[in-house]
T-cell receptor, first 109, second 118 residues
């Protein structure tokens, strides 16, 4: 079967750095997304990785290792508004988007 | 660009009635639109994929006679929950894939519709 694993919940301190991991086992791979979702709202796009390596975009960076079936989202200089769920999603060989359950990130002052 | 709207944002209806939710791509044409359902503290669950001008493809376990999907134009898809029951109460989210970008699988999400069936 297809599976995407993320930690259920993480806690970090304002101003710090946090890394949210995502491992996947899917039938084929055509890219990986990270989305941010605030409670009661729809997901918003953060990043897309299809090649190995690190993609940096401001305070957020995303890393991919296809051989290890692994990705992480790195958030720097955490702000209170970063408190949200972070969803990892993989495009499989049928070009279907397979969603992880999401990681709830709690930021404390 | 790439804005998707949903209407209504919240709806409360009585058991047995039908509810229609609209999903519009405001500044782009969407060949494909997706309908998701999300339960509290759970991930998105894909219900169906709709392509403009053709029948929707439903995921296993989703009743197509209960969740009617119409994708009549490149900017509008509708989801109708027929004979709604309290267990249909959920957060329904649509997303759209932009036309003419076959290498981009990014989905642009609408703001979601909170359905409560009493």
């Amino acid at each position: 079967g297809q599976n995407i694993d993320q930690p259920t919940e993480m806690t970090a301190t304002e101003g710090a750095i946090v890394q949210i991991n995502c491992t996947y086992q899917t039938s084929g791979f055509n890219g990986l997304f990270w989305y941010q979702q605030h409670a009661g709202e729809a997901p918003t796009f953060l990043s897309y990785n299809v090649l190995d390596g690190l993609e940096e975009k401001g305070r957020f960076s995303s890393f991919l290792s296809r051989s290890k079936g692994y990705s992480y989202l790195l958030l720097k200089e955490l702000q209170m508004k970063d408190s949200a769920s972070y969803l990892c999603a993989v495009i499989d060989s049928n070009y279907q988007l397979i969603w992880g359950a999401g990681t709830k990130l709690i930021i404390k002052p | 660009g790439a804005v998707v709207s949903q209407h209504p944002s919240r709806v409360i209806c009585k058991s047995g009635t039908s509810v229609k939710i609209e999903c519009r791509s405001l500044d782009f044409q969407a060949t494909t639109m997706f309908w998701y359902r999300q339960f509290p503290k759970k991930s998105l669950m894909l219900m169906a994929t709709s392509n403009e001008g053709s029948k929707a493809t439903y995921e296993q376990g989703v009743e197509k006679d209960k969740f009617l999907i119409n994708h009549a134009s490149l900017t509008l898809s509708t989801l109708t929950v027929t004979s709604a029951h309290p267990e249909d109460s959920s957060f329904y989210i649509c997303s759209a894939r932009r036309q003419g970008s076959p290498d981009s699988y990014e989905q642009y999400f609408g703001p979601g519709t909170r359905l409560t069936v009493t």
